[in-house]
């Protein structure tokens, strides 16, 4: 999961990315060439028979997945390349395919940004290989995100159901309760930015994973999808609902300006003068990394709710690992996708410290019952799973959110520095996010 | 003929009474407007705090970085260990990178030196039909970024069947306009036609008239373009970022960017000590390249403003 932006380089990503989407549109091939179904035999017999795959990624704890894979299967050679993290890697595999040479077998795939690579029919469909009986294996969200009608473009890797990661410490200096609502949230960034005026309940510069990951637990749907008809309305309920809380936090200065990743989000999250952050399951293995001083003092509860004693919550960030419609190994690919992330690579991962996407993990009596030491001795994935369970379901990302991600500071991000409201930024983003589809020629509706 | 063979190294600006008699005028003025050395110290300052702020930091351990001042020295001095872990972390990459990048560096800065050399030399003391029209299309080159060009490079090389190997870094990077531009200019003014007429009369073949006449009396101009190549080979990101793909190829530029970008990631290890350390290693050969070859740039610089 990555939320640094090139913006520069992102928009040049999505434009190319959208000019090839729009000549595989016009091609006229409508997913009627998908190959015929590939048996797990012929899987095994392509393991077996051996060769090499190219594997695009940036997630650590694959090194150690392929290691275990080449034992396994003596003959297949994987290369595993870091061509980037996030952004750098989507433009790569763009340039990759728009040139037509060097495309990997494997790529890594955020969940956000899939759509747009599988939309521009650059990722292969893995029903066909048996993929949409793995149905139970993951958890919604990230099925949900990998899957488009009976087409199946990815297997998840890891997810990112949301929770409240807080600084106990901070908390009980401010005397604050954990906030179990938003409205208790609101509360408690007075109090706490009123004890210290250093600190703040969290940091946010206007990151549009966030605002659409709070959108998207507040209900709203302001993105549909349906071929290349494609809906926006940032304007909706759940939109609205967000823009309105999340503004009355802002005119009040009670979120630090502090863009994430950051030198200062770091030492922010560190010294407890950025309090909490409201993210992804992946986030302790970097706080422990990341934040180290503050060690001890870290702890998990649920993502604040908009009405008391629900359990909504929301995806953010979280990745899988598709193969490319350019690969001519498409079995062995298969194989090596199963294993990574159906199979024994799933145990490997988590050793990493990967957050699951697999059911069977995150129901684990043992995964469940894992203390953690940097959260205090906490069973942090009790938390972390039950917020798996309790994703909005039916959201959909725009075929080219790449691109939207990356103008998105440019039109909501201006209401971080009190220039515009966050409902009128929201507006201006949905303006852009409008032109710019019909541009590339999809039918973009508000 | 020897007579004007020995007559090509007085020539040559390279020692130092120049920057004797400098030192001298400017003692011999003794005007000096406060205003003008605070805004000098200013500009100072800010040039050199964030090397300030490298050299400190890279003593650093990581959980120091985040808890501690960034212009003071705090908690353990750990660079030794931070230059340790730069060059063992994963696998000791970073010391293939830095051969990559002196590959880069020694062949695409070099080359496009040698280009410019010959090119700029070329331009400025020859006569051909169509001149003009190299002046225009190099002024042209200068003024188009890198930038722009970037895309349609990365398809024609992904054509060639290029991309993905040194040779589309060491390639584009033959190529420097502005160093064309630069020796035309130097050469038009240190090597004075006469000299070369002295030596073709005495019967030097052109090649000769190049290598012993003119070559020496263009020294101070090479090694500026040198510099100017080497430094923009050696922190070129954006090239070798859409070129290569196998991190066994990246340069420092691109492997340092990696290692930080792994914080970013979920599960990613965050090594800032590290990037921040292996920065420091990356700067060091570019510091070591200015210190000795300044002196060279200096009397480049000087060049044509003494009248013989």
């Known amino acids: 999961m990555t939320i640094r932006h090139h913006r520069a380089v992102g928009a040049l990503a999505a434009a190319s990315a959208l000019a090839l989407t729009l000549t595989a549109c016009g091609s006229g091939s409508d997913g009627g060439d998908a190959a015929e179904t590939v048996s797990p035999e012929d899987v095994s017999a392509a393991l077996e028979e051996g060769g090499d795959l190219l594997v695009w990624a940036w997630e650590p704890t694959l090194d150690q997945v392929v290691k275990d894979f080449e034992a396994e299967y003596p003959n297949v050679n994987v290369e595993l390349a870091n061509v980037g993290t996030g952004n750098?890697?989507?433009?790569?595999?763009?340039?990759?395919?728009?040139?037509?040479?060097?495309?990997?077998?494997?790529?890594?795939?955020?969940y956000y940004a899939l759509p747009q690579f599988s939309i521009g029919e650059s990722l292969a469909d893995l029903a066909p290989f048996g993929a949409s009986e793995l149905d139970s294996t993951y958890s919604p969200g990230p099925w949900g995100a990998v899957t488009s009608g009976e087409a199946v473009y990815g297997l998840p890797m890891d997810s990112g159901p949301m929770a409240l990661f807080y600084n106990a410490k901070t908390f009980e200096e401010a005397g604050v309760e954990v906030p179990a609502t938003w409205d208790e949230f609101a509360d408690a960034a007075k109090k706490i930015n009123e004890s210290d005026p250093n600190a703040y309940i969290t940091a946010d510069n206007g990151d549009a994973g966030f605002a659409t990951s709070m959108i998207w637990q507040a209900g709203g749907h302001p993105f549909a999808v349906d071929g290349t008809d494609v809906t926006v309305d940032l304007g909706d309920e759940g939109s609205a609902r967000f823009a309105e809380m999340w503004q009355g936090l802002l005119d009040d200065d009670l979120v630090a300006n502090v863009p994430a990743w950051s030198d200062e989000w770091f030492q922010g999250l560190g010294s407890g003068e950025i309090a909490a952050l409201v993210t992804g399951a992946w986030m302790p293995a970097n706080l422990e990394s990341g934040a180290a001083p503050a060690s001890g003092d870290w702890r998990v509860a649920p993502m604040p709710q908009w009405t008391e004693g629900e359990n909504a919550t929301a995806e953010n960030g979280g990745s899988a690992l598709s193969i490319t419609e350019a690969s001519d190994k498409k079995a062995l690919a298969y194989g090596f996708l199963e294993?990574?992330?159906?199979?024994?690579?799933?145990?490997?991962?988590?050793?990493?410290?990967?957050?699951?996407?697999?059911?069977a993990d995150l129901n684990d009596e043992a995964f469940l019952a894992e203390e953690s030491e940097y959260f205090g001795g906490q069973k942090i994935n009790e938390v972390l799973s039950a917020s798996a369970t309790g994703v909005v379901p039916g959201w959909q990302y725009l075929p080219y959110q790449v691109y939207a991600n990356s103008v998105f500071p440019d039109?909501?991000?201006?209401?971080?520095?009190?220039?515009?409201?966050?409902?009128?930024?929201?507006g201006a983003w949905q303006e852009s996010i409008v032109k710019y589809g019909n541009e590339q020629g999809f039918t973009v509706g508000e | 003929m020897t007579n004007v063979l020995m007559t090509a190294p007085t020539v040559r600006p390279r020692k130092s009474p120049p920057r004797l008699r400098n030192r001298r005028t400017s003692h011999a003025r003794p005007t000096r407007s406060i205003l003008l050395t605070v805004l000098t110290a200013l500009i100072g300052l800010y040039a050199l705090i964030p090397l300030v702020w490298l050299l400190i930091n890279a003593t650093k351990t990581q959980p120091d970085l985040f808890s501690s001042f960034g212009l003071w020295f705090s908690g353990d001095f750990a660079l030794w260990d931070n230059i340790v872990g730069v060059l063992t972390y994963d696998g000791g990459v970073f010391g293939r990178w830095f051969l990559n990048t002196l590959l880069y560096v020694v062949v695409g800065a070099g080359g496009a030196t040698l280009l410019a050399l010959l090119g700029g030399y070329g331009l400025a003391k020859f006569n051909f039909p169509g001149k003009r029209?190299?002046?225009?299309?190099?002024i042209g080159a200068v003024a188009v970024p890198g930038t722009a060009l970037a895309v349609p490079t990365f398809l024609m090389f992904a054509n060639l069947g290029l991309t993905n190997t040194p040779w589309s870094v060491i390639i584009p990077s033959l190529i420097s306009p502005f160093g064309l531009y630069l020796m035309w200019t130097f050469a038009a003014d240190a090597v004075p036609d006469e000299i070369m007429e002295a030596a073709r009369i005495d019967g030097?073949?052109?090649?000769?008239?190049?290598?012993?006449?003119c070559l020496p009396m263009m020294a101070p101009g090479i090694v500026t373009v040198l510099l100017f190549t080497v430094v923009a080979t050696w922190n070129n990101y954006f090239l070798p970022l859409i070129m290569l793909r196998d991190p066994?190829?990246?340069?420092?530029?691109?492997?340092?960017?990696?290692?930080?970008?792994?914080?970013?990631?979920a599960g990613g290890e965050a090594i800032f000590n590290l990037v921040i350390a292996g920065s420091l290693l990356t700067i060091l050969p570019l510091i070591v390249a200015f210190l000795l070859l300044q002196r060279y740039w200096q009397s480049g610089l000087a060049a044509g403003s003494v009248k013989e």
């Open chain 1, 88 to 110: 750098d890697h989507y433009v790569a595999l763009q340039n990759a395919i728009s040139a037509g040479s060097g495309v990997p077998d494997v790529s890594q795939m955020e």
């Open chain 1, 339 to 359: 294993y990574a992330n159906a199979g024994d690579g799933v145990a490997t991962r988590l050793e990493g410290g990967n957050f699951p996407a697999t059911l």
């Open chain 1, 411 to 426: 039109t909501a991000g201006q209401a971080y520095t009190g220039s515009t409201s966050l409902a009128d930024g929201l």
């Open chain 2, 133 to 138: 029209a190299v002046f225009a299309v190099v």
């Open chain 2, 204 to 213: 030097a073949s052109e090649a000769r008239t190049f290598f012993q006449v």
């Open chain 2, 248 to 265: 066994d190829w990246y340069p420092l530029t691109l492997g340092l960017n990696a290692w930080n970008a792994q914080a970013t990631t």
